[in-house]
C-alpha cells in the first residue's frame, strides 16, 4: 500500500469528533492524533467522479480497551471520551483546522479583553428523548462540574469562572474575575441534560453507561467487555449521519484485532509499527484498505510514584533518566516510528521548548548518581541495595498495548545494566485505571497522555491534583511549577506565556518526575469501502457524520 505526503499543521486530536481540550490517559494511540507535517495517507486508486452519499451500513472501530464512564467530566481515558464524543455536544467545537467555532450556539463574543463571554445557542436542538436543549442545560452543567460532590478532574475550568447568567432561554454570559486562557476552551465541554440528571449524584448516576446525548450518535447497546453500539440519531440538529451504526469491538490483543480487520470483521485500528509497515503492502491491502500516518497528540512516558522512598531521590529519577536509551526504544518498540520526548508538549507547537534535548543515554553517569544516593552492589547478581533493600520495583503497563509492554521491556533491560531490578506487570484497561493509577497503587507506569489543543498543565502536574482521583497520581509536587501554571492561565500575550513554559519544562527537566520517553506517529487504518474521509488538520474522524458507503458496498443490513 502507498503512501503519499501531505502537509498539515502540526496539531493533535484523538480519535473523537471534537479536538481533546483536556488531558486524557491514552489507551493505545489509535488516531489519536492530528497529522502533522509530513502526514502520509493513501488515497483511493482510481478514484472517479463524486457520487451522492448514501445512507445504510455501520461502521465497526477495533478498541483494546473499554469505555468506562460515557460521562466526559468523570472519565479520565481516551476510550471513554472517544465514544462520549459521538454523543454530546458543546456551545463551541474546533473545526477541521483546529478554529474554534460555534457548534451548539449559533454565535458567541468575546467582550472587556477577554473577561466577559456571551452566547447565544441555536433554538430547536434535541436531546435524543425529544426535549429542546436550552440554556437551563448549560448553567445545569457548569454547576454540576464545579459541586465538590462530583469530584471532576476537570473542574478546574469552570471554577476559574465568576459569575455564568442566563440571559434568555438560548442565551448565556460568563464573566471572568480577570483574563483565562482556557476560557474559550471551557466550552468546548459537553453540555449534560438537566431534565435527566437534575437532582442525581453524578459518580453514582446510571447514567454513566446508559447516556442520553444530543449528538450524531445515541448509545443503543453495552455489552461489557465485548462492544458498544451507538446508532445514528434521527433528530441530530446538523442531520442525521450516513452510516447507520458504529460499533466499538473490545478485542484485547492487537494481533487477533489485525487478523479480524483481514478477515472484514473490523473497518478501522490502530496498527503497530510492524503491522504499518511489514504486514499491509500488496494488491489486498492496496485495494481494501487505506492507511494514515501522522506525529499524534500524545506522548508515553515512565512514572514514578514519588511516595516511593527510592523515587523521591532527585538523583535516582535522573539515573534512571540516564539509563533509559529511548532511541533504542524508538528503533525497538517502535521501528523508528516516533520521536524521542523530553517534556508534555508536541514538537512544533508554541510551548515546545526550542534547546531541550531528552537526557543522553549514559550509563556511567547513571551509576554514579546512584552512588551519590547510597545504593551499592552487594549481592552476586549485581542488583544494587540500600540500607539493605534491593533496588527492585514492578512497572505496570495496560493489557494489550504491544508498544508499551515492548517499552517496558526494554527499558527492563536497560536498568539491569545499572543495577536495577524492574519487573513488568500488566493489567486490563478499566482495572489498570481504577483500581491501581487512579489509586497510586503503583511503583511505576508506563503510560501515555493526550496533548490538549490548548496549553494548560494544571491537571497533571499542579500540586492540588496530587490526590486519591487527581491526574497527578505520581504525587509530584514543586511551588514554582504550581506558580508558573497559575501564572500562564492568566496571561494574554502568547510570548509571555511560552516563556513560562519554557522555564516549567526546565524545571521537569532537573527533576524528572517522569522519564520522557516518545511521542509516537498514529497509524490508523480505514476499511475502503468508506467514502467521505477526509485528512485535515483535525484528523482524519472530524467528519465521521460525513462518512458513507455505497450502496453496492454496503455489509450491514438491519
Known sequence: MHTHPVVFPVFSEMSGFRPLTAFL??????????????AEFSPSPG??????????????????????????????????????????????????????????????????????????LRSGILWEDGTELTADDVEFTYKIVIDPATASPY?????????????????????????????????????????ILEGQNLRATPFARKPTGAGPFRLVSWQAGSQMTLASSATYFEGR????????????????????????????????????LRQTN???????????????????????????????????????SHAIDRESIIKGALLGQGIAAFGPFKPGTWPYHPTLKPYPHNVELARRLLAEAGFSATDRDGILKK?????????L???????????????????????IEARIRTVEWASFIKEFVNKGRFDAVVLGWTIPLEPDEYSVWHSDNARPGGLNFTYYKNRQVDEIINKARSIPDREERQALYYHFQEILHEDQPYSFLFVPYALPMVQARFKGVEPAPAGIMHNLPEWWVPVAEQRYHP
Open 25 to 38: 490517559l491514552l489507551l493505545f494511540c489509535f488516531a489519536c492524533a492530528l497529522p502533522a507535517r509530513a
Open 47 to 120: 478514484a472517479g467522479p463524486a457520487a451522492a452519499p448514501a445512507r445504510g451500513d455501520r461502521i465497526i472501530f477495533g478498541t483494546i480497551g473499554e469505555a468506562s464512564n460515557l460521562i466526559s467530566y468523570l472519565a479520565t481515558d481516551s476510550a471513554s471520551r472517544e465514544v462520549s464524543a459521538q454523543i454530546f455536544i458543546s456551545p463551541l467545537r474546533y473545526n477541521k483546522n483546529l478554529e474554534l467555532e460555534p457548534f451548539a450556539a449559533s454565535s458567541y463574543e468575546v467582550l472587556e479583553e477577554g473577561r466577559l463571554l456571551r452566547f447565544t
Open 155 to 195: 473542574a478546574e475550568d469552570f471554577l476559574a469562572v465568576q459569575s455564568f447568567t442566563k440571559t434568555g432561554r438560548y442565551s448565556f454570559e460568563v464573566r471572568y474575575a480577570k483574563f483565562y486562557a482556557r476560557a474559550l476552551a471551557s466550552w468546548t465541554s459537553d453540555i449534560l441534560p438537566k431534565h
Open 241 to 276: 449521519p450516513h452510516l447507520d451504526e458504529a460499533v466499538y469491538r473490545v478485542i484485547p490483543d492487537l494481533a487477533t484485532m489485525f487478523l479480524e480487520s483481514k478477515a472484514g470483521k473490523v473497518d478501522m485500528m490502530g496498527l503497530t509499527p510492524q503491522q504499518y
Open 282 to 320: 500488496g494488491p489486498f491491502w492496496d485495494r481494501e484498505w487505506r492507511k494514515y500516518r501522522y506525529l499524534s497528540s500524545s506522548y508515553v512516558y515512565l512514572g514514578y510514584n514519588l511516595k516511593h522512598p527510592f523515587f523521591a531521590d532527585v538523583r535516582v529519577r535522573r539515573a534512571l
Open 387 to 395: 540500607d539493605g533493600h534491593r533496588f527492585s520495583f514492578t512497572i
Open 397 to 419: 503497563t495496560n493489557q494489550g498495548n504491544d508498544q508499551r509492554i515492548k517499552t517496558a521491556t526494554i527499558i527492563q533491560s536497560q536498568l539491569r545494566a545499572v543495577g
